[in-house]
């Protein structure tokens, strides 16, 4: 071990390892079966590799541009078009990122100035806290409460103050699996209505609402899209995680400076993915079939564990569920976990992770984003607890 004479100051002092590094940690020492994750463990579909192969083997292997690869840009207005009506420019509007991540942190870095705040719903993707922090801003946390998890906007609407700069959303919701109504968005313009706030919206899984539900995105209402920046990824809606890229809408204004940090952040995404992906958006079918197909995989494994002891909260999209167990534990949710893993081999989430203090309402997150064998073993286990 080499000892260093450099005493660094941490920038993140009271960040620790994240949650999913411990779980899958622990989850390799017992040999668990993985309901934690959000990445798939099936593969995708055989077409999309080919056209990534096919794009190296034509010599696609240097640097796209840093804007994006103008095929994809204009494959993604399409699509944005003909879902909410809303037509961006590929040119000026539309940025490809390497990974929704750093979209974010891309849009964080570029438009929150130290001094600032920025407003975030809490439970809430473990990036978004510490990119703030980052910039010298402060994270003003708004929480959803159990059972329902819904935005009291009231509450968003107390927490604005003359230093907010940012509120971030997401939808649908991670780690929850609520997803926003037209009622939200109207809220959520109506508090923001004659202020310079930027709504920053995480809309990952806008290809995963269930129950015949609409996305209600930032895109779908105009007065919304010109103050938001929209973030999304190609590895969740081509169950590819690993490829690593995703991409960001937002009005020309923000986009020139989101790219002023981007290129210096990454500069650009995957060149051979970027080729697949541009391709593979010709059949909207792809994208389009993604809710009936993960409903299915929800359906499975709620059936599975219908006769359980857990209290399974409703799914509304995303790759998310999520389970009570106070009705029968007092353990922390914390505890639970780890209990799960090491007693019955099933690795899932405690809820109060996705909280900066930790609250605890006695949830886990299950993920459902996984091959039918796993979802059906998972829940046998899950049973007999």
Not at 153 to 163: D, F, G, L
Not at 236 to 263: D, F, M, N, S
Request: hydrophobic share 45%; proline share 5%; glycine share 6%.
């Amino acid at each position: 071990m080499i000892i260093s004479p450099c005493a660094p100051s941490s920038k993140l002092p009271g960040i620790g390892t994240n949650i999913f590094s411990v779980i899958g940690n622990l989850s390799a020492q017992y040999g668990a079966l993985n309901l934690s994750q959000g990445a798939p463990n099936f593969p995708c579909d055989s077409r999309l590799v080919d056209c990534a192969v096919k794009a190296m083997r034509n010599g696609h292997n240097q640097y796209a541009p840093m804007i994006g690869l103008a095929a994809l840009r204009h494959a993604i207005a399409k699509k944005t078009a003909q879902l909410y009506a809303m037509d961006y420019d590929p040119d000026e509007e539309i940025t490809v990122v390497a990974s929704a991540t750093e979209g974010l942190c891309a849009a964080i870095s570029a438009l929150v100035h130290s001094g600032d705040e920025v407003i975030f719903i809490e439970p809430a993707f473990d990036s978004y806290a510490p990119t703030i922090l980052l910039q010298g801003a402060t994270p003003i946390s708004v929480g959803l409460t159990a059972p329902d998890f819904r935005v009291d906007w009231q509450a968003v609407k107390a927490a604005i103050s003359a230093r907010t700069r940012m509120i971030i959303v997401n939808t649908p919701h991670n780690p929850t699996a609520t997803v926003f109504t037209a009622q939200d968005l109207d809220q959520l313009a109506a508090i923001t209505r004659g202020t310079s706030i930027i709504i920053l919206s995480d809309e990952v899984y806008e290809h995963v609402v269930f129950d015949g539900a609409r996305h209600h995105g930032m895109a779908t209402h105009p007065e919304l899209a010109s103050r938001s920046v929209i973030i999304s990824s190609f590895g969740k809606q081509y169950h590819v995680t690993g490829w690593r890229v995703g991409y960001c809408l937002a009005p020309a204004a923000l986009t020139h400076e989101i790219r002023l940090v981007h290129q210096y952040m990454a500069f650009a995404a995957d060149t051979p993915m970027q080729h697949a992906f541009a391709e593979q958006m010709e059949d909207a079918q792809s994208y389009r079939g993604l809710s009936a197909f993960y409903q299915q995989k929800r359906d499975l494994l709620a059936s599975g564990l219908a006769n359980s002891r857990f209290e399974l909260l409703p799914s509304g999209g995303s790759f998310f569920m999520l389970a009570r167990f106070r009705g029968f534990s007092a353990e922390s949710d914390s505890d639970f976990v780890v209990r799960l893993i090491r007693d019955f081999k099933v690795a899932t989430i405690p809820l109060s992770a996705f909280y900066h203090q930790g609250t605890d309402h006695g949830v886990i997150r299950l993920s459902f984003a996984k091959d039918e064998e796993t979802l059906i073993e998972g829940a046998r286990r899950l049973s007999t607890v």
